[in-house]
């Protein structure tokens, strides 16, 4: 089986082809050929796949996914995206990147398959901000999409299309709306969502973390090795019980940060919970109080897409995959 | 004023430009000129308006919009579109028109708003179609959008776009989810949804019509009249009421089949009721059943959209507009 994964050298689209590399397969299926494609060249991982190619590539420049279909990959991962925030402050980057880059791999496939009957699987990674506020206590699966960014508009355009060209035969597509990834490992950054990891990660490794938001603030989590979980899973189970409703609403943990900290002091103890300042900050107070507390998720359960049930999980996955089992406060 | 009508020559468009040159005006203010265009060339309607052209103009030809939208009209209709079964069958030309066509307009007036801070008001036709089956018993005002068709993708995603372009200040854009508009004048046509026209149309000019569904089919529509008076509260109500979501589910007249016979009979008389020629079509029948019976279309009518109440005005408005308030059986 041959792999391409679009988006290899962003946080998911690494670790998925790590997984992927050391898994040695798919499912039950043994891969041996991987492509991985990003705007920078991403790396070659370690692991028992030996044929893995990698190349920069803007998939943006029209006809820049014509030859990677050509080579027809059986399962497509399309993780390639501008975030949010750019994409809000340069409107042409956005709808270039998020919008066009992704029709004209669609285009490819479409037209892959009218030659010679090529039908790969798609994954799509799309996100929970094609929903917009007000929200409900937990957004159930049949909400509309109302987004409030272009970015949101971008991902609920892509959503469409890959249920059109799923539905029209020319591939066999499911998209995923993530929801926040938990503890996102790397450098604290500026998004406004990221002291929900920057107050786990930080304390962690025994640094200072600002919490700009009061301990009551619900929302809802998956960890990185969650979200690999769900690109797995997309990539391997039984399409046909899906229906024309290709886009799925995944499951997430719902917390606190109250229920985040009081994890932290179960798995880590008192001393990492003290590195933790409280600095409230109105912007992002505001920002995240437009946000929804929870998601029902009760189709992608049903559809056999797991997600962590406590917050003492998603730190010792953190602590395993990021920390070689061992926090150093 | 100065307004432009795109798909100026169907059937609501051509009713449209007709209704604002005879009031010489839209709302309060006098129109001094109107462009209408559409892929064959658009007549010119009698009426008030001196200064109208009308020009045959492809809007799928990339940049087709741009010196139209170089004149700044005031308030742009955007009716564009082929239709529902031809999307269907021509997946490139559905996606060229109705995909490229909306989105190159709308950059057309990013792109002026850019250079001039022009920013006119965009009233854009979309459709029922933007929903899929199953539904409720009547289609809430927050339903989700999971289309069934290409062509109700591609008004999804012309939806999507002009609420962005619209949250981003570009232009004040509102879109109208019409319901299916009854009675349609002209020829019998083979539309799945035909024949809820034509069992009045035709027995009240005098001849024969086929009935391929049970009498106990519900469903919900708006005359032609209506639907006029949809466009014109559009583009003249004000729109700082609507806020960010922009596109409309409009109010319809749920009724059955039964219903639009026994208005038939009161206002025509049974000599037209027996003109009906009950001729079940399996086809049909299962196409139909998936159809929603009704819309609540509640926050249209708190905005100010108005519909039929019954067929008896429904058929009084055909025979005043079509028939010069005689029917001919």
Known sequence: MKILIIGAAGMIGRKLAERISADGGLGETAVDEMVLVDVIQPEVPAGRISNVRTQALDISVPGASKPLVAERPDVIFHLAAIVSGEAELDFEKGYSINLDGTRDLFEAIRLEHGASGYKPRVVFASSIAVFGAPFPKAIPDEFFQTPLTSYGTQKAIGELLLSDYTRRGFFDGIGLRLPTICIRPGKPNKAASGFFSNILREPIAGQEAVLPVADSVRHFFASPRAAIGFFL?????????????????????????????????????????????????????????????????????????TVESSFDEIIRAHLDDEMGGQARV
């Not at 943990?253 to 994890?263: H, K, M, Q, R, W």
């Open 233 to 305: 899973h997309a990539a391997t189970m039984d399409l046909s019980k899906v229906g024309p409703r290709r886009n799925i609403s995944l499951p997430g943990l719902s917390a606190t940060v109250g229920d985040e900290i009081a994890a932290l002091g179960r798995i880590v103890g008192e001393k990492a919970v003290k590195l933790i300042r409280r600095e409230p900050d109105p912007m992002i107070i505001r920002i995240v109080d437009g946000w929804a507390p929870d998601i029902e998720g009760k189709r992608a359960r049903e559809l056999g897409f």
